[in-house]
């Protein structure tokens, strides 16, 4: 019971003492499930350019990291955002290494009342070294992430 408690307590704690959720955020950090598991971090530059980091299990099969370069334009929705970006990606498993160029195309959201941000996207990945067989791979993905900064 004490766990629960402490627990509930440690959320609405997240919640509420965040800063003004009016805004759009500065860097927010959290997971992506898609064709694998990952963890991701985005910290804008501007209002509109943006840097990703992704570390974790690509194609269920490959662990790696990608760092994605990315534009955001206002879908004119609310607090909805569209976004492409492109970046290299390098993968490890057991056979083999794999280089390549991962872009990413999807939809935004952040919550007005709460320090979340949910997205849905596309990542094609084409490989440029590594794994002959899989030239060209690609996942749709659903992240959710607590923000952490805002302007």
């Given at each position: 019971?004490?766990?629960?408690?402490?627990?509930?307590?440690?959320?609405?704690?997240?919640?509420?003492?965040?800063?003004?959720?009016?805004?759009?955020?500065?860097?927010?950090?959290?997971?992506?499930?898609?064709?694998?598991?990952?963890?991701?971090?985005?910290?804008?530059?501007?209002?509109?350019?943006?840097?990703?980091?992704?570390?974790?299990?690509?194609?269920?099969?490959?662990?790696?990291?990608?760092?994605?370069?990315?534009?955001?334009?206002?879908a004119?929705?609310?607090?909805?955002?569209?976004?492409?970006?492109?970046?290299?990606?390098?993968?490890?498993?057991?056979?083999?290494?794999?280089?390549?160029?991962?872009?990413?195309?999807?939809?935004?959201y952040?919550?007005?009342?709460?320090?979340?941000?949910?997205?849905?996207?596309?990542?094609?990945?084409?490989?440029?070294?590594?794994?002959?067989?899989?030239?060209?791979?690609?996942?749709?993905g659903?992240?959710?992430?607590?923000?952490?900064?805002?302007?």
């Open positions: 019971m004490k766990k629960t408690l402490f627990l509930f307590l440690t959320l609405m704690n997240l919640i509420w003492i965040a800063p003004v959720y009016g805004q759009m955020y500065r860097s927010a950090a959290g997971l992506r499930g898609g064709t694998g598991a990952t963890v991701s971090y985005k910290h804008f530059l501007g209002r509109s350019v943006a840097f990703e980091g992704i570390l974790g299990s690509f194609d269920y099969d490959y662990f790696g990291a990608s760092i994605l370069f990315e534009k955001h334009t206002d004119n929705l609310g607090r909805l955002q569209w976004y492409w970006g492109v970046g290299p990606y390098l993968t490890f498993s057991r056979a083999f290494t794999a280089f390549g160029a991962q872009g990413a195309v999807g939809a935004e952040s919550f007005e009342a709460l320090p979340i941000d949910i997205s849905l996207d596309w990542t094609p990945r084409l490989r440029i070294s590594g794994a002959p067989s899989k030239l060209f791979t690609r996942s749709v659903v992240g959710i992430r607590y923000i952490i900064d805002y302007y």
